[in-house]
C-alpha cells in the first residue's frame, strides 16, 4: 500500500545509510504481520493509518535507533568543547581587541569606532565556526576524551578555591586619589577647563579638555569598582569581569588622548615620539608643547601598564576558572595522561 | 485538601518513570523469550500474551542494539509469506541473561522488603 511505502520512505530518511535498507525491510515484515494478524488481507486506509500510528511519527521511529542519540557535539564532548570555546575566544577577541587599540594609539588617524568594533565581531563567528567544527569532527570520529583517571584517588583532588582577598589599604587608597583627582579635574572643568582664557599657559591641553568627559567616567568607574571591592572584600568572577572591561574602556580612553595628543604635535610641526632639546624654548609656546609631550608620555605608560594589568585579571580569570577538576581532567585528556 | 487527581504534569512525570523502569527490564524480557529464533511480530505476540505489551517502536531498535552488542544472533529468512528477520539469543546472551535474572530476583525480594508497608 502506497501509504505504507511513503510512511518508510519518511523513516529512510532519517536512518544510516548503512542500515537503511535492512531495517525498512524489517519494519516493512512487521507492518505486513501486523495488518495480516488483524484478519485483514485487503486494509482500508483508515486501518492502515492506525497501525502506523501505533507504530509512531517516523522521526521518532528513526530516532529510536539511536540509543545514544544524534548530536552534534555530545554530551561527553560539551563540557570540553565549551571550555576550548572560551579560551580561543577570549585570545582572538582579546587579542584584536588591544591590538586594534595600540595600533590606533599609534596611528594619527581619526577614530573610525564602528569599524573596530566591526573588525572584532567578524572575527567571533568565524573562530566559534571553526571550533564547533573541529568538534563536530571529533563526534562524528567518536572520539570520548578521558574525562576520569581509572584509579580515582580523592586526595588527589585540588584544593578549594577560595577567593583571592584584597588588600582594603591598597583600595582605599586607590579610592582617595581617584576621588581627589576626579575633583581636581571636575574642579579644573568648572572654571574653564584646560584652555587658558588670555593666553597660552603650560597648562593648556585641548585634548584633555576635549575627552574630559571620557576620561571622568572612566575614572568614576575605576573609583566605584574599588569601592564594590572594598565592600565584598575579595576577589570574584564577576568583579574580575567588570574590572577587565573597565580596562578595555580605560584603554580606548588612552589611546584616543594619546592619538589626539600625536595630531595636535604633528599640527605644530613636532614629529616623532621623543621631545628633542632643539624644539624647547623658553616662550610660552615651547612650554606648552613640553607640556603636551609630558602628557603623551604619561598616557602612554599608563596605557602600556593598563595593558599588562589586563593581561594579567584575563590570566588570574582563566586560572581561577581552571582551579577546579575540569581544568585538570581537561589538562589530562589533552596531554593524555 | 489536596486534590487526588492528577495533573497532566504529573501524569507525563509517571509515564516517564514507568518507561524508564520498563527500560532495562525489557532486554532482561526479551532475552529470555529468544531461546529459540523468532521474528519481531512473533515477540511481540508472545510477551503481549504473557502481559508484556511492547510497542514495535520500540522493540526493533532495541534488537538491534543487543545483537550490535553481540548477546543476539539474526538472520533473514525468506521461505514464508514474506521475508522475516529472526533473531536468536547466543552464548554471551546466554551468559548475560543468567546474570540479569540473578540481579532480578534479588532485586525484587529487596524491593518488595522495602515495597512492604507502602499502600
Redesign the interface.
Known amino acids: 500500500m502506497e501509504l505504507i511505502e511513503r510512511y518508510l520512505q519518511e523513516i529512510g530518511r532519517y536512518l544510516p545509510t548503512n542500515k537503511r535498507a535492512d531495517i525498512l525491510s524489517e519494519l516493512r515484515s512487521s507492518l505486513d504481520d501486523t495488518l495480516e494478524a488483524r484478519n485483514n488481507t485487503s486494509p482500508t486506509e483508515d486501518e492502515v493509518v492506525q497501525v502506523l500510528k501505533e507504530m509512531g511519527a517516523p522521526r521518532k521511529v528513526a530516532a529510536s535507533y539511536y540509543p545514544e542519540g544524534q548530536y552534534l557535539i555530545g554530551p561527553e564532548l560539551y563540557p570540553f568543547f565549551q571550555f576550548v570555546l572560551t579560551i580561543v575566544l577570549l585570545a582572538s577577541t582579546g587579542g584584536r581587541l588591544i591590538a586594534g587599540i595600540a595600533s590606533f594609539a599609534l596611528s594619527q588617524e581619526a577614530f573610525d569606532f564602528v569599524n573596530q568594533l566591526w573588525q572584532i565581531l567578524d572575527g567571533i563567528l568565524p573562530t566559534i565556526g571553526s571550533v564547533v567544527l573541529i568538534f563536530a569532527v571529533l563526534q562524528r570520529l567518536n572520539v570520548h576524551p578521558e574525562f576520569e583517571k581509572k584509579d580515582f584517588d580523592p586526595r588527589t583532588l585540588p584544593p578549594l578555591h577560595k577567593d583571592q582577598p584584597i588588600s582594603r589599604a591598597e583600595k582605599i587608597f586607590s579610592v582617595i586619589v581617584g576621588t581627589l583627582f576626579l575633583a581636581f579635574l571636575s574642579q579644573v572643568a568648572v572654571n574653564g577647563g584646560f584652555t587658558a582664557k588670555g593666553g597660552i599657559t603650560p597648562f593648556t591641553n585641548p585634548v584633555l579638555d576635549h575627552y574630559f568627559p571620557w576620561i571622568a567616567l572612566s575614572l568614576a568607574i575605576g573609583i566605584l569598582l574599588d569601592v564594590v571591592l572594598l565592600w565584598r572584600g575579595h576577589w570574584e568572577m564577576s568583579t574580575r569581569i567588570a574590572r577587565i572591561a573597565a580596562n578595555i574602556f580605560s584603554l580606548i580612553v588612552l589611546a584616543l588622548l594619546t592619538q589626539g595628543h600625536t595630531v595636535w604635535l604633528n599640527q605644530i610641526g613636532v614629529h616623532g615620539l621623543v621631545f628633542t632639546p632643539e624644539q624647547f624654548s623658553p616662550s610660552p609656546s615651547g612650554l606648552q608643547i613640553l607640556g603636551m609631550v609630558s602628557f603623551r608620555l604619561a598616557f602612554y605608560v599608563a596605557f602600556v601598564v593598563t595593558t599588562i594589568e589586563t593581561f594579567a585579571m584575563i590570566v588570574r580569570l582563566i586560572r581561577g576558572r581552571g582551579n577546579n577538576q575540569f581544568l585538570r581532567i581537561s589538562g589530562m585528556a589533552l596531554t593524555g595522561k | 485538601m489536596q486534590s487526588m487527581v492528577k495533573t497532566e504534569g504529573q501524569v507525563t512525570i509517571t509515564e516517564n518513570v514507568i518507561q524508564e523502569l520498563r527500560r532495562g527490564i525489557l532486554i532482561l524480557a526479551i532475552l529470555s523469550q529468544l531461546n529459540e529464533e523468532k ?3 512473533a515477540l511481540i ?1 508472545q510477551l503481549g500474551e504473557l502481559g508484556l505489551e511492547i ?4 522493540l ?2 532495541l534488537l ?2 543487543l545483537e550490535s552488542q553481540g548477546l543476539l544472533d539474526s538472520n ?1 529468512n525468506v521461505e514464508g ?5 529472526y533473531y536468536v539469543i547466543n552464548i554471551a546472551g546466554s551468559a548475560i541473561l543468567k546474570d540479569l535474572a540473578r540481579e532480578w530476583r534479588s532485586l525484587t525480594q529487596v524491593i518488595e522488603k522495602l515495597l512492604a508497608n507502602t499502600k
Open positions: 521474528y519481531g511480530y505476540s510497542d514495535q517502536g520500540t526493533y531498535p538491534r542494539r533473514w509469506s514474506r521475508p522475516r528477520r
